[in-house]
């Protein structure tokens, strides 16, 4: 059996473009967008920028946190999709004695960060999440509780309840597209050609194809953080495409710096 709970949603973030740079020198370095949501696609950013490269800051998702406060009656394990979802539970509740299960080291971080003190990270998507799970999860305590986005990428609940789990779905946030003026006033607004862009989720992916498919936008490199991510740009042919090798922001880094070795023609690090 399985309960979803809804609720009002707070505003989401203002989408500013900012172009993050940490010396005058930066205007020699390749400048990537990073287009995931706030606050994280400041931390990732200042990641980059420790790596050599320049940054423009213009997410193409706004999060856009609930109102409402998840009813934890008989609630035993909580299930993490995301770090917004974490920040949006540590937002409504105070409670932190829950099993945790997260569906990447960043997110069990993040869940840690919050106080939890029983964290296991699934180190992949969705379906690694949904299998460890199904291998872990004590079911004698009680109800699992989904925290995510309105439109999860998977079918977690389902399968769980398949699976004979007493599940609990809690709709967290949901996301919104920038308005696309604000994208392409960012986008023209650069001093400087795209070496390329990173996409860090599906839903981002599938924004940036609506974009491609109703501007003439000029981009570099596209770099996906997933193959499903991938499969939801559907970007015109021409556009270059790398996929990381793992659903996380290292690999994707990785896929990002071998682009950049092919543009030098240099097997130096960078």
């Known amino acids: 059996m399985a309960k979803t709970l809804h609720g009002a949603s707070d505003p989401p973030y203002a989408a500013v473009a900012v172009v993050m740079q940490r010396s005058r020198s930066s205007s020699a370095r390749p400048l990537v967008w990073v287009s995931r949501t706030q606050p994280f696609a400041d931390q990732s950013a200042e990641r980059l920028a ?4 320049a940054c423009l800051v213009l997410p193409l998702m706004q999060v856009v946190y609930s109102q409402s406060t998840p009813d934890l009656t008989g609630v035993g394990t909580l299930v993490f999709t995301s770090r917004n979802g ?7 509740r105070p409670e932190r004695e829950f ?8 997110t069990a971080a993040a869940a840690r960060r919050a106080a939890f003190a029983r964290v296991v990270s699934a180190a ?3 379906a690694a ?12 305590l009680g109800v699992v509780l989904r925290v995510g986005a309105a439109e999860p990428a998977g079918t977690l609940v389902a399968d769980l309840v398949a699976d004979g789990f007493d599940v609990a779905d809690w709709v967290a946030y949901h996301s919104v597209l920038t308005d696309e003026r604000q994208i392409l006033d960012g986008l023209l607004a650069l001093k400087s ?6 996409l860090y989720s599906p839903k981002t992916a599938q924004g940036l194809g609506r974009l491609l498919a109703e501007s003439k936008v000029s981009l570099g490199p596209i770099v996906c953080i997933s193959l499903a991510a991938a499969k939801a740009l559907a970007a015109p042919a021409h556009y270059p495409l790398r996929i ?12 990002l710096h071998a682009i950049e070795l092919d543009r030098r023609g240099a097997l130096s690090p960078i």
């Open 86 to 92: 974490v920040a949006a539970f540590a937002r409504r």
């Open 50 to 53: 420790a790596l050599g490269y």
């Open 193 to 198: 050609n795209l070496a390329a862009v990173l």
């Open 129 to 140: 999440l949904c299998r460890l799970v199904r291998a872990q999860a004590r079911r004698e």
């Open 124 to 126: 992949g998507d969705v």
């Open 244 to 255: 990381a090798k793992r659903p996380n922001e290292a690999s994707l880094f990785d896929a």
């Open 99 to 106: 099993s945790v299960f997260a569906v990447g080291d960043a």
